[in-house]
């Protein structure tokens, strides 16, 4: 079955960045979108952003534009996601997430399955 | 910017139908995907494209979305339905969530 295997916790100081990885198995990884949402404590879901692994375009939301990166090693089908400068709002569990085959627009994007979260703690 | 609303909390009993809202201009206009989320695990996709039932979601889930209101209704309300719910939909390329609902069976 489909599914996506987050790497494991970390813990940063603010200012620091973070690389966090996830790895699809089940399913050909160039053929669907990878998205990454995040969930502060006790708080909501908010969408990142979204990678297409076959060629590695991405659309990030505008509001971590400048300090997220989100690329693809196609060896090792393999999706990661890198936040720099970050702060203690930072600090949640990070999740990717299956989207839709490219090319589907934007709206036709949903996440299904989601991987098991990493949990980022930003403290001094 | 586009905002999504949903109650905080919606109380049914065992069996009966619970009814979970969720707000926006115009949001019939756009496709609205619901997610449950349990304690401490991920969230799971429940409806997808207003209305449809992924594999393996219990017949009990259903959804619709017309005028400015989205609605996930679950009929026959188990307590193993208790979780956190979240609309989703995109809007300008980017994907936005409802602040969610605490579903409680009791």
């Known amino acids: 079955q489909v599914q996506l295997l987050q790497s494991g916790a970390e813990v940063r100081k603010p200012g620091a960045s973070v690389k966090l990885s996830c790895k699809p198995s089940?399913?050909?990884?160039?053929?669907?979108?990878i998205h990454w949402v995040r969930q502060a404590p006790g708080q909501g879901l908010e969408w990142m952003g979204i990678?297409?692994?076959?060629?590695?375009?991405?659309s990030y939301a505008q509001k971590f534009r400048g300090r997220l990166t989100m690329t693809t090693d196609t060896s090792t089908t393999t999706v990661y996601m890198e936040l720099s400068s970050l702060t203690s709002e930072d600090m949640a569990v990070y999740y990717c997430?299956?989207?839709?085959?490219?090319?589907?627009?934007?709206?036709?994007?949903?996440?299904?399955?989601w991987g098991q979260g990493t949990l980022v703690t930003v403290s001094s | 910017s586009y905002e999504l609303t949903q109650p905080p909390s919606v109380s049914v009993s065992p069996g009966q139908t619970a009814s979970i809202t969720c707000s926006g201009d115009?949001?019939?206009?756009?496709?609205v995907y619901w997610y449950q989320q349990k304690p401490g695990q991920s969230p799971v996709l429940v409806i997808y494209?207003?209305?449809k039932r992924p594999s393996g979601i219990p017949e009990r889930f259903s959804g619709s979305n017309s005028g400015n209101t989205a609605t996930l209704t679950i009929s026959g309300t188990q307590a193993i339905d208790e979780a956190d719910y979240y609309c989703?939909?995109?809007?300008?390329?980017?994907?936005?969530f409802g602040g969610g609902t605490k579903l409680t069976v009791l």
């Open positions: 494209l207003d209305s």
């Open positions: 990678i297409n692994p076959s060629g590695g375009s991405t």
């Open positions: 989703q939909t995109w809007d300008s390329s980017t994907a936005l």
């Open positions: 115009n949001l019939g206009n756009k496709y």
């Open positions: 089940g399913y050909t990884f160039s053929n669907f979108y």
């Open positions: 997430a299956r989207g839709q085959p490219p090319p589907a627009g934007f709206s036709n994007n949903y996440f299904d399955p």
